[in-house]
């Protein structure tokens, strides 16, 4: 961006010389003056600092003088990104394997005769001389001395210290409480009562209907014809339940009256079958007839009819809601207020009071004591001595002695033996890869366009235009003397 700023500011420093030279040519070398020309002949006249036409003053306009605009290529830099191809160096990872040797320690056990000493005891014995100290005793005569104590009286002056009690003044200083009242603030906490508005959780109990399916039985009843087995528990069963019959193949009461009925279950009838033995029970027809072997019954069946329907369900479900609600809240506000105190202070005063002085007296007294002196005397006395002589002894000591002997022995021997062998691993290395990418670079290109400049007809001098532009001077301000009033 700085390179884009200086090269712009100097583009315009450029065409800034060369149309500062053009209208300085305008019109600053001729005697006529400059009210004479045309605006359009100067190329807009003596232009002053304010954009105006200016006078030049006895100055005048040459005939002819004007400003012709030209067009001029100027390259101007502008950053053009582009797409670029680089080569890049990146890694990627590949497997390798290589072959390593390790050696490793393999035991070898062999059996080696090795000799070795023990050391065997053996009790022998020695005559051994050793010397004992005898004590002897004598009576000796023996002079030792004594101290004898001697005692006797003897004045001895010394000093006392005799207490002096006396009486004295002693100022000192008390501390007397004042009490006076002052008044105090302080501040309390009164408890105030308050209504707020809050918001409760309430948990209601709401119904709620749902459909479910349930299976109905929507069957009937139906008169089925059976054909069942005369004798059979199933038919005695039936017939005792569909024709009031009873066991043993009955027939009702009514139609076995003249036989006496019948009697104990599975014994048929009792006048019946002593009158027809050959017959196996009583008929519907009445005693003395067989039965048949089957008959036909008529039962009711229950047919189902399994039906799914969607009922209504209605369960009960806890709701939680709010709901505003007003409550009581107590709040303690400060409040001020003032009371009387007691206040001690204390005041310092002055007082005397008596007290006892001991003070100390040195005097000198006499005393009479015991002296204690001890003198010498030589006494005699027999003691017993006791001296050792030493007398030569002889005994005999057993003693064991370890001697040395030499065996042999078979022991296992375990040395390790190097073994060399080959492992093979597998590891990881980054191997550089060229890698062609494309990345987008900022380049500077100089950029050609086409400028309209104004330029001068040839009328004054370029290089005093050019000094003028460079000194600070405008059109009309000459630098020679031959433009009048500039």
């Not at 300085?24 to 190329?43: E, I, K, L, T």
């Not at 002593?274 to 229950?302: E, I, K, L, M, N």
């Not at 709701?319 to 204390?346: I, N």
Request: aromatic share 4%; glycine share 10%; proline share 4%.
């Amino acid at each position: 961006m700085s390179l884009v700023r200086r090269s712009t500011g100097l583009l315009t420093l450029v065409l800034a010389v060369i149309a500062s030279q053009a209208q300085a040519d305008c019109g600053c070398n001729s005697a006529a003056p400059c009210a004479q020309h045309s605006v359009s002949a100067c190329g807009g006249g003596c232009a002053g600092s304010g954009g105006g036409s200016v006078g030049c003053g006895n100055a005048g306009c040459g005939g002819g003088c004007g400003v012709q605009y030209v067009e001029r290529t100027v390259l101007r830099p502008q950053y053009v990104t582009e797409t670029r191809t680089v080569t890049v160096t990146e890694y990627k990872q590949e497997q390798r394997t290589r072959t390593y040797t390790v050696n490793r320690s393999v035991p070898e056990t062999k059996q080696v005769e090795q000799s070795y000493t023990v050391m065997v005891p053996e009790q022998r014995s020695r005559t051994q001389t050793y010397n004992v100290c005898v004590p002897v005793t004598k009576s000796v005569e023996q002079t030792y001395t004594v101290s004898v104590p001697v005692n006797s009286t003897k004045e001895v002056s010394y000093n006392v210290t005799v207490p002096v009690w006396s009486t004295k003044d002693v100022p000192y200083t008390v501390r007397v409480p004042v009490w006076s009242e002052k008044e105090q603030t302080y501040t309390v906490m009164v408890p105030h009562q308050e209504t707020r508005t809050g918001s409760r959780s309430i948990t209601r109990t709401v119904p709620v209907t749902t459909m479910r399916t349930v299976c109905r039985d929507l069957g009937a009843w139906e008169c089925q014809t059976v054909e069942v087995p005369c004798g059979s528990s199933a038919g005695s069963r039936l017939r005792g339940l569909f024709g009031g019959r009873r066991c043993g193949g009955c027939g009702s009461k009514s139609s076995c009256d003249s036989c006496g009925g019948c009697s104990s279950c599975g014994g048929g009838c009792s006048s019946c079958g002593a009158a027809a033995p050959s017959c196996g029970g009583c008929s519907d027809a009445g005693c003395g007839s067989c039965a048949p072997a089957t008959r036909t019954v008529t039962r009711r069946v229950w047919v189902s009819n399994i039906v799914q329907e969607q009922v209504p369900c209605t369960t009960h479900r806890c709701e939680t809601v709010q709901e505003p609600c007003e409550y009581t809240v107590t709040v303690c506000k400060p409040e001020a207020r003032t009371r009387t105190v007691k206040v001690c202070s204390y005041n310092t005063e002055t007082r005397n009071r008596t007290v006892k002085v001991c003070s100390y007296n040195t005097e000198a007294r006499t005393r009479t004591v015991n002296v204690c002196s001890y003198n010498n005397e030589t006494r005699t006395r027999t003691v017993n001595q006791t001296t050792y002589e030493n007398q030569e002894r002889s005994r005999e000591i057993a003693y064991t002695v370890c001697v040395p002997q030499t065996k042999t022995r078979t022991v296992n021997v375990t040395t390790c033996k190097t073994v060399s062998e080959e492992k093979s691993e597998n590891y990881t290395v980054c191997v550089p890869v060229q890698v062609q990418k494309e990345v987008q670079v900022s380049v500077c290109k100089m950029v050609a366009e086409t400028v309209t400049v104004p330029v001068s007809n040839g009328c004054g001098s370029a290089k005093s235009g050019g000094r003028r532009v460079l000194r600070g001077r405008r059109c009309g301000g000459c630098g020679s003397s031959n433009c009048g009033g500039c």
